[in-house]
């Protein structure tokens, strides 16, 4: 008999060979229902798999996030069993789940488009009438081979599996996967095909295009609805639509992926800049500016000349080749070379708001999401190895702190060498990647391993940060390099009196200014906090030749106390004048009239707020200062 320990401790006893699910049964027949798939020893398995050791065993019903995964996973093979009945010439790539949904790769004779989706899910649904069974199995590679032999995709990926292939059948439909899945279609009722896209095969450009079609799947049709509610939500917050309608930013033919900034987005951009200088130097940090341009022999140095040549705009200047820098770090190393340091500078935090260009592909561009031209917000820290995991540590919670500031919650991955493509001993990565872990522990956070996802050059640590709407961006990262130091022979007097080579790392926090305010632009749907807004305040006077005057009087004391302010003059309605200014998002609308001229007062109105308050000058000035000196 095995012996099974359940999540509670208890321990049951059952013949080896019984399938899971009907084990489960005869734990609790309610429970059973619910379940979607178990954690045997924690690795997840299949409801129809067998028992066959003394394991630990734990149930995950609807409630737990992986059962979700499953059923998105699930989902992805129930798309494709549809598109194999309708598309028998379709050959498959990969059907993984994302951050929200699943996708399929695919390969078809005739393109399919959104127009097609309903059909599609037509047929997905008649699948799931079907209540068909999804069974399990493993098979050699060989087997495996010739039930995958007209696909051309599944082959290429059995061929790089090592030792037996698992695959799973639905009916007339069979994919390899590691699994596991639902029990039966049945389960598979609330789902929404998204959009279709193209992909190229394995994400190498060199490779075929791929149709590759996103969905979603919950447990309720309430989930789902709500879901595609936040969707439309989604679309109304735009950045490219608020941009426009806020007057932030412009593109143009004239440069694909260069953005320009308007007035009122360069307010913006010069509050988010002052922002970041003043935090960074209460930090300790130093700032530098490094060219735009620099030779090909720097570039060859840092290893971009050879690796990323053909994300670079070069040109030759007397008759020697230049590049216009898509990183700020080799100009950074420069400037640690112009002098001598000694342990005792160490920490030495060179922050830069580096102007960068890469040549990013026209049909990867995206608003302010994807550009050719971003100020990315860099630093690089030179240290001993003494000192990284308190100097990651306190770069963590400057990460936390900042983030903070703009309601962004996130958590934490810890990228580890690759597996083959790396650079450095191995047990300098194993060091490395323990001290950003400790640092991580000291500063009070969980982190998830991403293992082998480091940049060839060291271990890093990325943020990612959830925003209103329930998405999840990557912003901030700190990453070790184990290769720029060597390549740049950078060095330290050290306590003996030895030269020494400094620890670095890279980290930027925003990632990219254009591309983190895109990001806020969405979470706040353009209502910026006061302490950020281009304009604070807007003053409408009730009638202009009455009390211009008094607006003028008040526009100029706010600008006096630094308030970003603007007057509304224009021959419109007064309602017209007080509508739009809630429909550009200003923090507070002023509405002045004889009232206010007379006792020497201010009417306001907040954005989102109906009410009208009336308050003295100096109370209102009070106010703004408080919320922004609080970063309200």
């Keep these: 008999m095995l012996k099974i320990t359940l999540n509670d401790g208890s321990i049951k006893e059952t013949e080896e060979g019984k399938l899971i699910i009907d084990f489960v049964k005869e734990l609790s027949s309610s429970l059973a229902k619910k379940a979607v798939v178990v954690k045997i020893d924690d690795k997840l398995t299949d409801l129809r798999d067998k028992l066959t050791k003394d394991c630990k065993l734990v149930v995950l019903t609807e409630e737990d996030k992986e059962a979700l995964d499953v059923l998105n996973h699930s989902t992805a093979h129930l798309l494709a069993h549809a598109i194999h009945r309708m598309y028998p010439e379709a050959c498959f790539g990969v059907g993984p789940t994302i951050e929200e949904g699943f996708y399929y790769d695919m390969a078809l004779n005739n393109p399919i488009t959104v127009a097609d989706l309903p059909k599609i899910e037509a047929e997905m649904k008649k699948i799931v009438k079907e209540n068909i069974l999804i069974e399990h199995s493993v098979v050699s590679r060989e087997e495996a081979l010739e039930i995958f032999k007209n696909d051309k995709y599944k082959c290429e990926l059995i061929k790089e599996m090592e030792g037996d292939i698992n695959i799973y059948r639905q009916g007339d439909y069979t994919d390899v996967c590691r699994g596991p899945h639902v029990i039966s ?46 969707v439309e939500e989604r679309k109304a917050r735009d950045h490219r639509k608020l941009g426009k309608e806020l007057d932030l930013f412009m593109m143009s033919d ?45 570039w060859e140095t840092s290893g971009h000349w050879f690796n990323y040549k053909e994300n670079m705009y070069t040109s030759t200047i007397d008759d020697k080749e230049f590049a216009i820098k898509p990183m700020n770090c080799p100009g950074g190393m420069l400037v640690y070379k112009n002098q001598i340091h000694s342990y005792r500078d160490f920490p030495l935090r060179l922050g830069e708001l580096g102007l960068v260009h890469r040549h990013e592909a026209s049909g990867a561009l995206n608003g302010l999401f994807r550009v050719r031209t971003f100020t990315q917000d860099d630093a690089h ?95 901030g990262t700190i990453q070790l390099d184990m290769n720029l130091p060597e390549r740049f022979d950078l060095t330290y007097v050290a306590e003996d009196g030895t030269k020494k080579r400094p620890v670095m790392a890279h980290r930027a926090l925003f990632g990219s200014l254009e591309r983190f305010i895109g990001i806020i632009t969405e979470h706040y749907a353009g209502a910026f906090p006061t302490w950020l807004s281009p304009y604070q305040v807007r003053i409408i006077p009730v009638n202009e030749g009455l009390h211009k005057e008094y607006c003028e009087k008040l526009k100029n004391l706010f600008m006096d106390e630094e308030f970003r302010v603007e007057t509304d003059y224009r021959d419109e309605k007064l309602g017209y004048k007080i509508r739009e200014s809630q429909t550009k998002k200003l923090p507070y609308t002023l509405v002045i009239g004889d009232k206010e001229v007379e006792n020497n007062t201010v009417t306001y109105r907040k954005y989102g707020h109906q009410e009208q308050v009336t308050v003295t000058i100096n109370e209102f000035i009070k106010m703004l200062h408080d919320e922004i000196k609080n970063l309200k």
Excluded at 189 to 209: I, Q
Excluded at 262 to 273: E, H, R, S, T, V
Excluded at 445 to 461: M, Q, S, T, V
Aim: hydrophobic share 40%; with cysteine.
């Design 381 to 475: 820290i030179f240290m001993t190895e003494d000192q990284i995991s308190d100097e990651i540590a306190s770069t963590i919670m400057l990460f936390k702190k900042v983030y903070e500031v703009f309601n962004l919650p996130f958590h934490i991955e810890l990228s580890t060498r690759p597996e083959k493509k790396y650079i450095g001993d191995i047990a300098i990565w194993d060091k490395s990647e323990k001290a950003l872990a400790d640092a991580c522990k000291k500063a009070g956070f969980d982190y998830k391993i991403n293992p082998g996802d480091g940049a060839f050059y060291g271990p890093k640590l990325d943020f990612k940060l959830r925003d209103s709407m329930n998405r999840i961006w990557q912003c």
């Design 254 to 298: 004239y440069g694909p992926g260069f953005p320009f900034w308007l007035p009122k987005g360069m307010l913006l951009k010069n509050a988010l800049i002052d922002f970041w200088t003043k935090i960074h130097i209460k930090a300790g940090y130093q700032f530098i500016q490094t060219p735009i341009m620099l030779n090909r022999e720097l």
């Design 185 to 230: 279609t049945a389960k598979l009722k609330h789902f929404k095909l998204l959009n279709v896209a193209g992909a190229y095969w394995r994400g190498d450009s060199n490779n075929e295009m791929l149709t590759r079609i996103y969905g979603i799947a919950f447990f309720s049709q309430e989930e789902l609805e709500n879901y595609l509610k936040l």
